[in-house]
């Protein structure tokens, strides 16, 4: 079964940074795509970043620049860095992979920027 669990969420003042992790396990398959998206209250869930086994990487237009997406592939966990951040990237954030046949999600993790 796989699950996939979320770390590193928390509070932080505007300007401030945060890591998320994602560990991956019950993985039987090769993970092409691993990626982080958000949603915040009231609003639809939106893709953060995006990367492919082969190093293709996606991300939002509102966070280039800021976030970096990494992934460890022999560990199955995918990383987001997150600088700069922003009162307009408070959200639950949460871990997707990609499998042969459906995608897997992550439980969330709760990211609040506020001063």
């Known amino acids: 079964q796989v699950q996939l669990v979320e770390s590193g969420g928390g509070l932080v003042q505007p300007g401030g940074s945060l890591r998320l992790s994602c560990a991956a396990s019950?993985?039987?398959?090769?993970?092409?795509?691993m990626g982080w998206y958000r949603q915040a209250p009231g609003k639809q869930r939106e893709l953060v970043a995006s990367?492919?086994?082969?190093?293709?990487?996606r991300y939002a237009d509102s966070v280039k620049c800021r976030f970096t997406i990494s992934r460890d592939n022999a560990k199955n966990t995918v990383y987001l860095q997150m600088n700069s951040l922003k009162a307009e990237a408070t959200a639950v954030y949460y871990c997707?992979?990609?499998?042969?046949?459906?995608?897997?999600w992550g439980q969330g993790t709760q990211v609040t920027v506020s001063s």
């Open positions: 990367m492919s086994s082969g190093g293709n990487i």
């Open positions: 997707n992979v990609m499998g042969p046949s459906e995608g897997y």
């Open positions: 019950g993985i039987s398959f090769n993970i092409n795509l």
